[in-house]
C-alpha cells in the first residue's frame, strides 16, 4: 500500500485549489532484501547462486553500457549520451569539457507494476499543528481571499488553541506586522478546524499564522507550536 497525504501545490498558482500527493512510509529495499525474497520463494536456489546470478548480470550491464552500447530490459532501459558544447565541426571529445551520461528509464515490465500499487491516503506527517486548507466563509473562497468581519475556516491537524502562553492565539501577518484575533472571536476550536471571525484589515496580502500548545493529548506542549500557511490570502479594496 502506497501512503499519501496532499498539501499545497505551490507551483500551479493560478489554482489556489489545487493539491499534490507526498508520498509517506515508503520502506526501502536494497540488494540483500532482494536475496532474501528469492530464497523464500522456493525458487531451489542457494545463496551463492542467486549472488553469482545477480552479480554477473550486473556486470555484463555495465560492461555494455561502457562499450557505448544500450541495454533493453523488462525493468529498465539504459543508453548512453554525450554531454558538453563542441566548437565547430573539428571539435572532439574532451574529458575536460564533455561527460557520458547514462539514462534510465523505466520498462516495459515495470510500467505494468503502476497499474498494480494500491494507495491510501492518510493525514500530513506533521508532529505539530499543521494547516491545509483555508476557507472565506462569506465568498466561499479556499486559499484566496479574506472577508473582514466574516467567518473565516482554517482546517488542518493539531490546530486546537491551547495554553497558557500569551502566544497562543491566531495571527494575520501583512505589510503592517501581525494583526491577533480577539479570543471571543474564535468561535470553533477543534484539532482539525477552527473557525474565527476575520479582523478588521487593510488591503493587502496577509498570511494566516496559529500559535497552540495543542499537542493531541490531555497535556499541552511546554513550548508552543506555530503553523503558519503556506499561501497569502487577501483583502480586496
Known sequence: ????????????????????????????????DIIERILKSGAGLTRSDVVSVLEAQRQIIYDLLAEGAAVTTDLFNA????????????????????????????GLGLRTVEERVKTKKILPLQTSAYITSITDVKSGSV?????????????????????????????????????????????????????????????????????????GSAKPAKGVHTATFERALTVTA
Not at 543508453?79 to 523505466?106: C, M, N, W, Y
Not at 474565527?196 to 500548545?213: A, C, D, M, R, W
Request: proline share 5%.
Open 79 to 106: 543508453f548512453p549520451s554525450i554531454q558538453g558544447v563542441f566548437i565547430g565541426a573539428e571539435d572532439s571529445f574532451d574529458s575536460k569539457r564533455h561527460r557520458v551520461k547514462i539514462h534510465l528509464t523505466e
Open 143 to 215: 486559499n484566496n481571499l479574506l472577508t473582514p468581519g466574516k467567518n473565516l475556516r482554517i482546517h488542518g491537524s493539531k490546530l486546537k488553541i491551547l495554553g497558557d502562553d500569551p502566544s497562543v492565539g491566531v495571527y494575520f501577518t501583512g505589510a503592517g506586522g501581525d494583526v491577533k484575533v480577539e479570543e471571543t472571536d474564535i468561535i470553533e476550536n477543534k484539532p482539525t478546524e477552527v473557525m474565527i471571525i476575520t479582523p478588521t484589515l487593510s488591503p493587502g496580502e496577509y498570511y494566516v499564522k496559529l500559535v497552540t500548545q495543542f499537542t
Open 1 to 32: 500500500m502506497l501512503d499519501y497525504f496532499l498539501e499545497l501545490n505551490m507551483l500551479t498558482s493560478d489554482n489556489p485549489d489545487d493539491m499534490r500527493a507526498q508520498t509517506a512510509n515508503v520502506i526501502s529495499y536494497n540488494q540483500e
